[in-house]
């Protein structure tokens, strides 16, 4: 009888819910911004073992970036947000890769996407922040799409530079989720 119910269960179509299957292609990139249409393009990916909420809430702690991204200094947030944490339209400036920029949130849905546009006369950027559950946690997808004349000087001297940097950004996050998990 046991042989019979174990073989039953293998004929009975089971319903796995599958993981949200967003990605880079599926956003509504702002026009000039699309990987197709951009000067400069990078995406990187991380399997996190973290729930969205979790990396999310790490995440939009912006003003505390700096101690733990080595990518980040001097973030402050503007406007009337009373800081840490980033929430929607917000505004704050910051140095990266050696330039001050005030950037602004432009999508921010929680546990799901984080995305903000920086604007000098040198360069224009597009950063994007994937989360997306998985069976262990969940893959974070960063991206990032730029124009500007800097971009020419970038890809020509410093190819690679945007790449590394969002790597390290996403090992960080990592462990620092990760890490914090173990600790509670």
Not at 74 to 89: F, R, T
Not at 116 to 124: C, N
């Amino acid at each position: 009888m046991k042989i019979i119910f174990i073989g039953l269960l293998f004929l009975v179509p089971w319903s796995i819910p599958q993981a949200h299957t967003q990605s880079i292609s599926d956003l509504n990139w702002p026009a000039g911004f699309s990987p197709e249409e951009s000067s400069f393009y990078v995406e990187n990916q991380i399997e996190i073992q973290a729930s969205p909420e979790q990396v999310w809430n790490e995440l939009i702690q912006a003003e505390t970036w700096s101690n733990w991204y080595y990518g980040a200094s001097e973030v402050n947030l503007l406007d009337d947000n009373p800081g840490p944490a980033l929430i929607p339209n917000s505004k704050f400036s910051w140095k990266t890769m050696g330039l001050e920029f005030i950037s602004e949130v432009r999508e921010f849905q929680p546990h799901t996407q984080l995305s903000w546009i920086s604007s000098k006369k040198s360069i224009q950027g597009y950063h994007v922040w994937l989360i997306i559950p998985t069976e262990t946690g969940c893959r974070v997808i960063t991206a990032e799409s730029q124009n500007g004349w800097l971009t020419v000087m970038e890809k020509l001297f410093q190819p690679k530079k945007l790449y590394q940097q969002h790597e390290d950004w996403l090992y960080l996050l990592k462990t620092r989720v990760e890490q914090k998990i173990i600790q509670n």
